[in-house]
């Protein structure tokens, strides 16, 4: 069993990452640019408060406890729908209660939050909660790009914005090293006491249901059906985001089939748990199987879901609103970099500028994995000065909060 997503590969044609054009991500934090899609606005009434904010160079749980701090409010009671990378420049928003006789935006006026833009204020009568997001909209400029690549690349952009992407988890959900999945599953099959606290446990557990949903969705794409639906499928309807079985045979199966292919409604896969829903038929066979040869009795879930209850995800990533561009000469590498490089060298080339949309829980790595072989500026880097590949340790990034998954807190 692997610890990453499964192997990178073009939409089109397979292929191994090796085979695809380098491009540099995050050479600068405007190069990746993450606005949250709220799922409602503020009532305008209520205890707590919520601030939209723009953050640069600062994690999502160290930017919310510098704002409750500056509000006088306790940094465990806020709240804020979704994890957001640090090597960027990213907008979201967060909660902190606040008694109504307390006026916020003085308060943020006077203090002192660098790396911190405050959009909004808004009061509402409840705490903002891990999931209460309908996306991110991302503006990633890509460097390096060897010009030769760039026709190839925007064909298979273009067809990821037509027919999505497998909706794997990148390697950021599994920890700094990677170690998080078997330090999980150690702690489930009884052989290491596990964390001691939540926040931990929570983490842990979401890493191994992440790895045991690559697992499903590797299989799954490898025999070609991550894009449709099988019989006894639990499919996800786009529109509305309601799960429903699909028949196992008749005239609804041929139209559940139909409308996978026009991108209504998607497979799902599991996040394992003690309240997740079962397929049925082929795709339920194959589940139990994964966790089967990962735990024997799938109960033993049951214990642990206090860290996780379970939930289903789509195996497949719709991207919306995908656009190209060539991206603004005098950021990322300079001409004298490109001179000093050879043609092939990452630190070479051209620069693009990708903008999509992405429903929550979607990776924006997970999209540009399948076109480029990304190499990450913001990574630690190696002896050599280069900068280390994607697929190493990563940053958190993006949105780490799935559906029924919680935050971590501030």
Do not use: C
């Given at each position: 069993?692997?610890?990453?997503?499964?192997?990178?590969?073009?939409?089109?044609?397979?292929?191994?990452?090796?085979?695809?054009?380098?491009?540099?991500?995050?050479s600068a934090p405007a190069d990746f640019v993450?606005?949250?899609?709220?799922?409602?606005?503020?009532?305008?009434?209520?205890?707590?408060?919520?601030?939209?904010?723009?953050?640069?160079?600062?994690?999502?749980?160290?930017?919310?406890?510098?704002?409750?701090?500056?509000?006088?409010?306790?940094?465990?009671?806020?709240?804020?729908?979704?994890?957001?990378?640090?090597?960027?420049?990213?907008?979201?928003?967060?909660?902190?209660?606040?008694?109504?006789?307390?006026?916020?935006?003085?308060?943020?006026?006077?203090?002192?939050?660098?790396?911190?833009?405050?959009?909004?204020?808004?009061?509402?009568?409840?705490?903002?909660?891990?999931?209460?997001?309908?996306?991110?909209?991302?503006?990633?400029?890509?460097?390096?790009?060897?010009?030769?690549?760039?026709?190839?690349?925007?064909?298979?952009?273009?067809?990821?914005?037509?027919?999505?992407?497998?909706?794997?988890?990148?390697?950021?959900?599994?920890?700094?090293?990677?170690?998080?999945?078997?330090?999980?599953?150690?702690?489930?099959?009884?052989?290491?006491?596990?964390?001691?606290?939540?926040?931990?446990?929570?983490?842990?557990?979401?890493?191994?249901?992440?790895?045991?949903?690559?697992?499903?969705?590797?299989?799954?794409?490898?025999?070609?059906?991550?894009?449709?639906?099988?019989?006894?499928?639990?499919?996800?309807?786009?529109?509305?985001?309601?799960?429903?079985?699909?028949?196992?045979?008749?005239?609804?199966?041929?139209?559940?089939?139909?409308?996978?292919?026009?991108?209504?409604?998607?497979?799902?896969?599991?996040?394992?748990?003690?309240?997740?829903?079962?397929?049925?038929?082929?795709?339920?066979?194959?589940?139990?199987?994964?966790?089967?040869?990962?735990?024997?009795?799938?109960?033993?879930?049951?214990?642990?879901?206090?860290?996780?209850?379970?939930?289903?995800?789509?195996?497949?990533?719709?991207?919306?609103?995908?656009?190209?561009?060539?991206?603004?000469?005098?950021?990322?590498?300079?001409?004298?970099?490109?001179?000093?490089?050879?043609?092939?060298?990452?630190?070479?080339?051209?620069?693009?500028?990708?903008?999509?949309?992405?429903?929550?829980?979607?990776?924006?790595?997970?999209?540009?994995?399948?076109?480029?072989?990304?190499?990450?500026?913001?990574?630690?880097?190696?002896?050599?000065?280069?900068?280390?590949?994607?697929?190493?340790?990563?940053?958190?990034?993006?949105?780490?909060?799935?559906?029924?998954q919680p935050g971590a807190a501030p």
């Open positions: 069993m692997t610890t990453t997503a499964p192997p990178v590969a073009a939409p089109a044609a397979a292929g191994s990452s090796g085979d695809l054009p380098a491009a540099v991500l995050r993450v606005e949250e899609i709220p799922a409602y606005a503020p009532s305008g009434r209520g205890e707590h408060v919520f601030v939209t904010f723009r953050k640069t160079g600062r994690t999502t749980p160290d930017a919310v406890r510098a704002i409750a701090i500056a509000l006088g409010a306790d940094p465990g009671g806020a709240g804020f729908a979704g994890m957001k990378d640090r090597h960027a420049i990213t907008t979201q928003t967060a909660s902190f209660q606040l008694p109504l006789a307390r006026d916020p935006a003085p308060l943020l006026e006077e203090a002192e939050l660098p790396g911190i833009e405050i959009l909004a204020v808004a009061r509402h009568d409840h705490k903002l909660k891990p999931g209460h997001l309908v996306g991110n909209r991302f503006r990633i400029t890509l460097r390096g790009v060897d010009p030769a690549a760039l026709p190839l690349a925007e064909r298979r952009l273009a067809e990821i914005g037509r027919a999505g992407v497998p909706n794997a988890f990148g390697p950021q959900r599994f920890g700094r090293d990677g170690s998080n999945p078997e330090r999980a599953l150690a702690w489930i099959a009884g052989r290491e006491r596990g964390p001691r606290d939540k926040r931990e446990q929570r983490l842990l557990f979401s890493a191994l249901q992440s790895r045991w949903f690559n697992e499903v969705l590797a299989r799954r794409e490898a025999d070609g059906t991550w894009s449709t639906v099988l019989a006894g499928d639990l499919a996800k309807k786009r529109d509305s985001g309601g799960l429903f079985l699909v028949p196992l045979e008749g005239p609804e199966l041929a139209d559940a089939e139909a409308r996978a292919a026009a991108l209504a409604i998607s497979a799902t896969g599991p996040m394992f748990g003690r309240k997740m829903r079962w397929p049925e038929g082929v795709p339920g066979a194959l589940e139990r199987e994964v966790l089967m040869a990962a735990i024997g009795d799938p109960r033993r879930l049951d214990a642990f879901a206090h860290a996780g209850e379970g939930t289903r995800r789509p195996l497949r990533l719709e991207v919306d609103g995908l656009e190209v561009s060539a991206a603004e000469s005098g950021a990322g590498p300079s001409p004298g970099d490109a001179a000093a490089h050879g043609p092939g060298d990452p630190a070479a080339g051209q620069g693009i500028v990708v903008s999509f949309v992405l429903p929550k829980g979607g990776y924006a790595t997970t999209v540009l994995g399948r076109v480029f072989r990304l190499v990450d500026a913001s990574a630690p880097q190696p002896s050599t000065g280069r900068p280390a590949a994607a697929g190493a340790p990563a940053p958190e990034e993006e949105d780490a909060v799935e559906e029924g």
